[in-house]
């Protein structure tokens, strides 16, 4: 599979890949194969032979949402970060789904376009920041995404309005259709002050810094707030805060993030992720919905 793949010239293949440092929780075992296509011709070859071989494959971001194991992962990972390009023309923006969505947000914000603030603090790319419908602070991308290009699984391109990308809260049509990759977002954005927009964008990383680990590695909240209540507040009062497996530790700063405080196994954040689940339901009655993506 390596050599064959490696003379489908599909852009820049890794073998052994430790996914520890593409995941921002630094945990995980090996990848068999990475690959970074440098376009859409590229990816598609690429898919073709995935789907011709029956591969397994994974198309990954930023690794903000997503938790590898410990064993090793026989498909192919793929990285979309050759997808960069991006056009600004006054509040719309067109951009590709490797483009870093705290760098847009930066970026925007500096010319004085408001919308994007909530994203300040999101550490992941544009492509899976759609695929997962990311927000915060009451918005999403739901609310500035005109349409998406995307591939389908028929391995052709085109474009999804707004209305058929289906945004709810943290999903999104990509999610529940397998097989579509976000390429390129249309982002529609709003003239703001400029100075307003960055000092919300700083209040918002100070109360960010104040509230959450963010100096050990993690995958920020695990799981959604349930209607009415807080799944932090859940998990503190069932006993688990600063809870700990290995090097996997339920933080004493909030509760609803597990960091990764020396070289924690995969297996054992995903194990005190079920932990609380189960434990949370029994007590509460509740059934807390996990944020992060479990990849085998």
Known sequence: MISEVK??????????????????????????????PKNVKQLIKLLEYIKNNNIKYKVLGKGSNVLFGDSLYEGIIIKLDEFKDIKIDGTKIIVGAGYSLIKLSLQTARLGLTGLEFASGIPGSIGGAVFMNAGAYKSDMGYIVKEVKVLTPKLEVKTLSNKEMDFHYRTSFLQKNSGYICLEATIVLKKGNRDLILEVINDRKR??????PLEFPSAGSVFRNPEGDYAGRLIEEAGYKGKRIGDAKVSDKHANFIINVGRAKGDDIKK??????????KKYNIDLKIEQEFVE
């Not at 430790?18 to 068999?32: E, N």
């Not at 005190?272 to 339901?281: M, N, R």
Request: with cysteine; charged share 35%; glycine share 6%.
């Open 207 to 212: 109360r960010r810094i104040e509230a959450q």
């Open 272 to 281: 005190l992720i079920l932990e609380i689940k189960d434990v949370v339901k």
């Open 7 to 36: 003379k489908l010239k599909c852009g820049t293949v890794l073998e052994n890949v430790d996914m520890r440092k593409y995941t921002t929780y630094k945990a995980g075992g090996l990848a068999k194969l990475m690959v970074f």
